[in-house]
């Protein structure tokens, strides 16, 4: 990026929102750690009411498929907290970028904008299908619709701003209007 490229107020707000959705992943990965931790190391005993105890008495296969399924589901919430914990950090690393001008920032944004329209593409078509084949409750199917045709919205006009010759220009992308003239 070249020190006399002022950064457009869409790179702000994008690298904001970057920062934000790289906040909300970290505490969500956190809660998901520990509350699979927690599942994970805790006995199953502990999770039983005292009136289940009671009726239980004896040990079971049926509550020893509760405790290995317990166990299995905290240490999945423990796999899912960490990699949500991982993707919250990138976010916060690519802000970092996005908001300095860096042009892998903008490159990752790109790259993870255009995977997102795909996933939102791929979702409305197999919606679509399956509303079609299956009896669902139309008004939980539209919702879900709508909300990923926002979604995809949203994420061509991010795509687009980006493209845009200012923007690329902030990047270091391309050469700015006034060194092409001369």
Known sequence: ?????????????????????????????????????????N????????????????ETQDTQELRSLIQVLGNIGIALGAIVIGIGVGYLIVSYGLFKGRLWAWT????????????????????????TSLNHDMNTSLYHLVD??????????????????????YFGKSQSPTTLKS
């Open 108 to 131: 990752i944004t790109v790259f993870l904008t255009v995977v997102s329209i795909v996933i939102q593409v791929a979702f409305v078509v197999s919606t679509s299908i399956l509303n």
């Open 43 to 58: 006995p199953t005993d502990i999770l039983i009411t005292d009136l289940e105890q009671q009726q239980i008495q004896q």
């Open 1 to 41: 990026m070249s020190q006399s490229v002022k950064r457009p107020l869409g790179v702000t707000i994008i690298s904001i929102l970057a920062l934000i959705a790289g906040i909300v992943l970290v505490v969500g990965g956190l809660s998901s750690l520990l509350s699979g931790a927690f599942f994970a190391a």
């Open 148 to 169: 990923q045709i926002i979604g995809l919205i949203i994420s061509g006009a991010i795509l687009y701003y980006l493209y845009r010759p200012k923007v690329k220009t």
